[in-house]
């Protein structure tokens, strides 16, 4: 059993140096940081139990709740690591043996091998873990009405760890640990010798306890999942390119190739997109030609400036932006593009920006989200040359006009449009 022990020790150790060795290596041929955490602290409280050696007449009770242990862990990579800890035991006489009083105090360097993610948990669960955990280190056993001074000795270690996740920052652990001594002079009560002082002394250790993770990427090392995380960015991928093949504005473009997803429907399109507008005035030509055709003067050959101001009012120049977001569309940028050239080219007029939510979330959140949507919008266009003076924030909150079941419905009223004057 001692021999056992002491094999699997060694063995933990061996592997968790060729990690380090293999952590080292692949950091030299790859510039992507680790998408994880690799440091926590372990605290752990529970029974120890002496199985030997005792002197004669001496015994603990069958569980004694004495035991705590402190560790740092350290991991290489999701399947290996090393740990070094802490532990403290307290041995006192059960009810009908003569009365002791000992303490057993040991630091111990340890290898860890993350039996989860070797035998692939993360298929079936999220949330347990299993560590395996095994090395050497120096032990100290004192006794307050024993033997005089101290006893100081090796310790090979080995032990099973069950993880229960409770978040991403803690996790709820069960362990078990067996303990052999080396070179053990004094019996664990302290009353006595040991036989040999080779490896007589054996001690159990159960507990339970709390990892605390450290660090600031969503998951540590204990939990992280190559495989996992390779299925959910082909599922973002395989996501942004259905979203992408959707043609919100209708004309023929999918949105993953539309500089203009929200043209206005029926007016003619490039390749990108993008409305036709030969003159480069803001106005795509064939809407252009309808308010000629409709509102210019007999002989006039440009929409006026009473024109553009009608389609501005009237809602057909707006900025989109994102689900809960109150950055601009890169798309939706010529909206704002079109408000700067009315301005500049009409001085002596000024403009609301009203800013819109969809109803998602609450009334309050979506009113000051309105807000910080029309305060971009202003600043891109004091940016752009506009005086912020001419330029009024409006957070008018929920738009309800639309079905907030629907998606695509929700998509266009996350925006910004425009009141001149």
Known sequence: ???????????????????QSMATSSAQTTIEKNPYDKWSIELNGGLNKPTRTMTEGYSTATVSPFHADL????????????????????????????????????????GVVNIGRALNFETWTNTIGLLAHGGFGVSQLSADNGFDGKDYMAHGIVGLTGQIRLSNTIALTGDLTGIVNGRQNHNFDGMGQTTSGSF???????????????????????????????LNKLEDRVNTIETGLIDTDKDGVADLYDLEPNTVSGVAVNTKGQSIDTNQ??????LESYLDKTYSKKGSETATNNTVEELINGGYVNVYFDFNSSKPTNASLSGVDFLVKYLKNNPGKSADIIGYSDEIGSSSYNTELSRKRAEAVKKVATNAGIDASRLNVIANGEDTSVNKNSKEARQIVRRVTFQVK
């Open 1 to 19: 059993m001692k021999k056992k022990l002491a094999s699997v020790s060694l063995l933990l150790l061996s592997m968790a140096a060729g990690a």
């Open 71 to 110: 560790g740092v862990r350290y991991m290489f990579n999701p399947k290996f690591g090393l740990k070094l800890d802490f532990g403290y035991d307290q041995f006192q006489e059960r009810n009908d043996t003569a009365p002791f009083d000992s303490k057993y105090l040991r630091t111990s360097l340890q």
């Open 200 to 230: 007589d002394g054996v001690l159990l250790n159960a507990s339970v306890g709390l990892t605390f993770y450290l660090g600031k990427k969503e998951k540590h090392a204990d939990w992280y999942s190559e495989d996992n995380d390779r």
């Open 281 to 286: 005035n803001g106005v795509p030509d064939e």
